[in-house]
């Protein structure tokens, strides 16, 4: 939610943060701005819009200077405008702040700094910071931000300038995430690495409380206590390159594309011997052994994939395991104590209800592992032990990669803890070959749909037909059952977050408790009907919708006698695995589809409309 970046170095500051803002505007994408400090004054120039349009005012009206602030934002507070824009700069134009997260008590603030005559323009949370940080100011920037922030309720990551100080960028963080980076003679704060790598590799996280002080000649940073923190920073290993489309024409494509590798890496990486291999987990077998219970916490597409988590464990480790919305765990006195393991699973480690569900996990005397992709992110840092999946950076908002890397490792944490909980006959020499074989059954899979014209996206333009000719009336329903329901809800998720297409994922055996009220000739109806225990059950299902009216598309095993016949409209083909590894497999298609449907909308399919990739408020 909203990306921050700074800059302050011998560069065009303005090229250095608009170049970092287009490798954040996945964070938001509602307005951006910049903030620039030259010959003791603070432009700024902002624009609604994508940040192209702002980069577009810039051409015309370039701001020079080596030193400045950068924004795009995902509004909470005030419509997405020019004026609610940030950067903001408080009422004598001094200062400019740019902020990620929000400040709850900030009409508090803003009624006592009015009373002193601070006037507001904005309808922002934000704009307070920077009357406030004004009011504090006494020729020293990091000192007044070091008093502002003690008066701050809420979240933030802020970057602050000030028009007498040239070259110093002042940061701040508590519970959204902020990094600072070391160049040659040259630094930067950011929302996220992929903002700053082009630049640096050198990487310095802060902590929450932190506030940091940025100079050309270098790095200050202060803790809680406003004392100094001398802090090494880390070398990221992953180069820019992997942050770029490399000729995809979407993020979200090239990163269906990756997921053959990615799991062939993990499986490599993590499987040794016949066994799962968790290095960075610092938990001993022994502490596992001893766990009763499960709670799988997690948002969105990370919840689907601790569904699925669900089944895996509870099917193979013999263990009770529940699984919750953050949103909802975190309000809601969940009975988790000391015997129970609390598995947090995100990709970005930074969602907000994610996070305080580790938090409540926490109080509560549970164990935490996290499952996150986002290294040294705030969820995987406030765990006890943290897994992470490797996956690359996933930039699209739509998460695809990330997922069935969540899926994999869940499978493997499966086989960890049940061998720490002695269950016999886990047989998993043979599991794993299997395991082994579906990074390649998915590229085989990929590689028959790598051309513009294939099967599925064929599938898409024949909805998107369908839909024009019946007025844009028509909408999805994904019916799965056992380990595959999950992604019935995951495929309708895709599907809505990118087409804005209606879409439901049910459990096919509720049908016939609702929704089958829904068909007439008018939804398409995606049956997961690989190879299970209940496929004769799905094949009863896809008749019954057949026999009203409905059209479906089948996921089916390759060479299964469902076929593209009478039955069935369309059919997917996924290569034949046993049931139990079929999640991840089955997972690509169903990304595939959303894909090609929003693609023949024409919708901006990485920057969905409302949505951010990372929810960094609650
Ligand atoms: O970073 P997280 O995995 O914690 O994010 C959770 C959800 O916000 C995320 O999965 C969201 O649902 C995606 N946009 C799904 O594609």
Redesign the pocket.
Known sequence: MCGIIGYTGKRNAREVLINGLSRLEYRGYDSAGVAIVEDGDVQIEKKQGKLSVLAEELKRSPLQGTSGIGHTRWATHGVPNDVNAHPHYDHRKDIAIVHNGIIENYQELKKTLQTKGYKFVSETDSEVIAHLIADLYTNDLCDAVKRAVKKLKGSFAIAVVHKGEQGRIVGARKDSPLIAGAGDGEFFIASDIPAILEYTNKVIYLENGEVIDLKEDGITIYNSRGKKENREPVIIKWDIKQAEKDGYKHFMLKEIFEQPEMLRRMFTKRIKNGQAHFEELTFSKKELGKIKKIAIV?????YHAGMIGKYLLEKIAKIPVWVDQASEFRYRDPLVAKDTLVIA???????AD?LAGVREAKKRGAKVISICNVVDSSIARESHGVIYTHAGPEIA???TK?YTAQIANLYLFTYYIASARGIKGLNEKKVFAALKKIPGHAKNFLEQHHSKKNKISGYAAKFHEYYLARNNKSCFLYLARNINYPNALEGA??LK?ISYISAEGYPAGEMKHGPIALIDENPWVVCIATEAATHDKMEANIQEIKARGGIVIAIVSEGDGLGEDKSINYAIEVPRVPEILSPMLVAIPLQLLAYYVAGEFGYDIDQPRN?A???TVE
Request: charged share 15%; hydrophobic share 40%; aromatic share 0%.
């Open positions: 997690a948002c969105g597409t990370a699973i995100s990709q970005s480690g930074e969602t994610t908002v739509a998460s990330a998720l895709k977050e949505l990739k990372s929810v």
